[in-house]
């Protein structure tokens, strides 16, 4: 299908949804929420095509005017100027229109559940971890979003052996989702008394948060458990057995919360961390059945991959995936994550475009 066909196509469904939201009175929350989502995304195009169509028609009248031998000398000197002006707008245009078409994420809309693992390492990684993790709390705050802890497992140390949050607020997963891989630090660790600079690594998983409609949990497939909690001795948290460990049986997943003092509230974010494990299994497996058409890894989830280096005796951040190298590392450990997550996005978007044409 050429662009022009799928413009129309746009513009078509763009006016039967008009029509249909008009008419109908009675219709489902749920639906008319869904095409009122729908609208909302096709209006967008539908503007950026009448915005096109609207400079074409004045390029040609620009042209008309030139072309005519009656046009007086200034006038026609300013309208070529004008012209070529205009012109130049063109490419960008189109681009724009194009990147409009490019089949939505459904994922990009979604808030995130974030997951963060120490790898090799021993202390150090879990150290790097607890950083990572501070990081990633940083960048939410500058972005206004709400972070909410759901689990932590400590080293007494100041480590993290696992953290895991609940990230919710406009664009999350589709800021956050070129997170997910092995991470690599290069640092002189406070216990290394020769100065020498030690390797760790930890692992950064983003999922998309899952809401009831996205995934279904049958309640006889689960397993839950309680336990005390474990934590720096004297907490309250130690005295109960307020820690929820739930154990999916067809896929053996296994997801625990001891965060808060409340058996319940433990509970139902153990079951926040399940649903979003479920459906990105889902959405795993629906990825990898497209893997070999992708063009590009950057934002393919693959958690396996080393996707970054943080270098501190150097002050350097590399992201390998796009061979980006910052020497910024103190304000990225301070939450500055954009320049990267943009440079990553345009790439994906880069990518996405060259498939489409």
Not at 53 to 74: M, Q, V
Not at 145 to 161: A, R
Not at 331 to 336: L, S, Y
Request: glycine share 6%; charged share 30%; with cysteine.
């Amino acid at each position: 299908m050429s662009i022009a066909d799928k413009l129309n196509s746009v513009v078509r469904r763009h006016d039967e949804l008009c029509d249909t939201l008009a008419s109908q009175t009675d219709m489902d929350g749920r639906e008319l929420a869904r095409l009122s989502k729908e609208l909302a995304d096709l209006t967008d195009i539908v503007k950026a095509v009448e915005e096109f169509n609207k400079a074409e028609t004045e390029l040609h009248d620009l042209a008309d005017l030139i072309a005519d031998p009656d046009t007086e000398a200034d006038v026609k000197a300013m309208a070529e100027e004008e012209f070529h002006e205009l012109k130049k707008t063109f490419p960008n245009m189109e681009r724009d229109i194009q990147i409009l078409l490019l089949p939505k994420d459904e994922t990009d809309d979604k808030n995130a559940i974030l997951e963060i693992r120490a790898g090799t390492g021993g202390d150090e990684a879990a150290l790097f971890a607890a950083d990572l993790f501070r990081m990633y709390q940083r960048y939410a705050e500058n972005h206004k979003w709400k972070f909410e802890i759901l689990d932590i497992s400590d080293t007494g140390i100041g480590g993290y052996k696992v953290a895991s949050a609940s990230i919710s607020g406009k664009g999350v997963f589709a800021r956050l989702k070129f997170e997910s891989g092995v991470h690599r630090v290069q640092r002189v660790p406070e216990t290394e008394s020769q100065g020498r600079v030690h390797t760790s690594a930890a692992t950064v998983a983003v999922l998309p948060e899952a809401e009831d409609v996205d995934i279904h949990i049958d309640t006889s497939d689960l397993r839950i458990d309680t336990y005390r909690a474990q934590g720096a001795g004297g907490q309250h948290v130690n005295k109960t057995d307020s820690a929820v460990r739930i154990t999916h049986l067809p896929t053996n997943i296994v997801v625990q919360c001891q965060d808060g003092k409340s058996q319940h509230k433990n509970k139902a974010k153990a079951m926040l961390l399940l649903r979003a494990k479920l459906y990105d299994t889902e959405l795993q497996q629906i990825q990898n059945e497209r893997a070999a058409n992708r063009k590009s890894q950057v934002g393919s989830g693959d958690r396996s991959e080393r996707i970054r280096t943080y270098n501190f005796p150097q002050g350097r951040l590399t992201d390998h995936r796009i061979n980006l190298t910052l020497y910024k590392l103190d304000r990225v450990m301070e939450g500055d994550l954009d320049e990267i997550v943009d440079a990553l996005a345009a790439d994906e978007q880069a990518s996405r475009l060259a498939e489409f044409a």
